[in-house]
């Protein structure tokens, strides 16, 4: 009984690290914590969001700022989450309490002006299509609606501990700050000049209209 449960536990384990190694080796762009899925979609890129509970406050600013048709156009589009939305609207907040001296003030939804809110939607849209398939480990430049600088690349990670040598991609976006980022870092580097990166959670989502890319949920919304 006991060779037959050993035999059980090196199978499961021969099992598992062949699936993960058909995981690693596997062609596919789009990749969602560094695994890859099926990246075709019937939908268009605000059908998908709409799809999906975890942007139903991206889809309500999309809606008040009257940017679905830009959303659905030939555009890679780095979509902020509700709980990145929810953090920049905490630090609104804080931010007013501060400025006013009361504790009471709230900055909500509403506080955001259309105008200031387009802006910030425009800030996460690229003109045509920015695949995986188009990066590399070094940083490449972007400039998104606004004319913004920004850097996307992808970084090796050792996220399942070892058990692949070589490692999982994850994708990465960052809004430049006084120009692009010394690699490496000095020590002594401002904080203010640092580029403002943020890693995608789900990335390479083509969809019927365009491309889509997922930022992490730590991200506060508009890259502050």
């Not at 700022?65 to 953090?87: C, H, R």
């Not at 309490?97 to 900055?107: A, P």
């Not at 955001?112 to 939607?121: C, F, I, N, Q, V």
């Not at 994708?171 to 943020?198: C, H, Q, T």
Request: glycine content about 6%; charged content about 25%; hydrophobic content about 35%.
């Amino acid at each position: 009984m006991k060779k037959l449960e050993i035999f059980i536990a090196k199978g499961g384990w021969g099992l598992l690290l062949a699936v993960l190694l058909f995981t690693a080796c596997k062609k596919d762009d789009h990749f969602k914590g560094g695994s890859p899925t099926n990246a075709q979609t019937d939908l268009t890129t605000y059908d998908y969001l709409k799809a999906n509970p975890l942007f139903d406050t991206l889809i309500s600013l999309i809606d008040k700022a009257g940017l679905k048709e830009t959303v659905n156009s030939n555009v890679t589009f780095m979509a902020p989450t509700d709980y990145s939305i929810k953090q920049f609207l905490k630090a609104r907040t804080k931010e007013l309490q501060l400025e006013l001296n009361d504790e009471n003030v709230q900055y909500t939804l509403d506080s955001l002006k259309t105008p200031e809110l387009r802006d910030s939607l425009m800030a996460y849209i690229f003109d045509g299509k920015i695949q995986r398939s188009d990066l590399s480990l070094e940083q490449q430049l972007y400039k998104n609606k606004m004319g913004e600088d920004f850097s996307i690349r992808l970084k090796k990670s050792d996220d399942y501990g070892g058990i692949l040598s070589a490692g999982v991609q994850y994708m990465y976006v960052a809004k430049i700050i006084n120009g692009l980022d010394p690699d490496p870092l000095p020590d002594n580097f401002l904080d203010d000049d640092k580029d403002r990166e943020s890693v995608l959670q789900t990335s390479g989502i083509i969809t019927k209209t365009g491309i889509l890319h997922v930022l992490g949920n730590k991200h506060t919304f508009y890259w502050r």
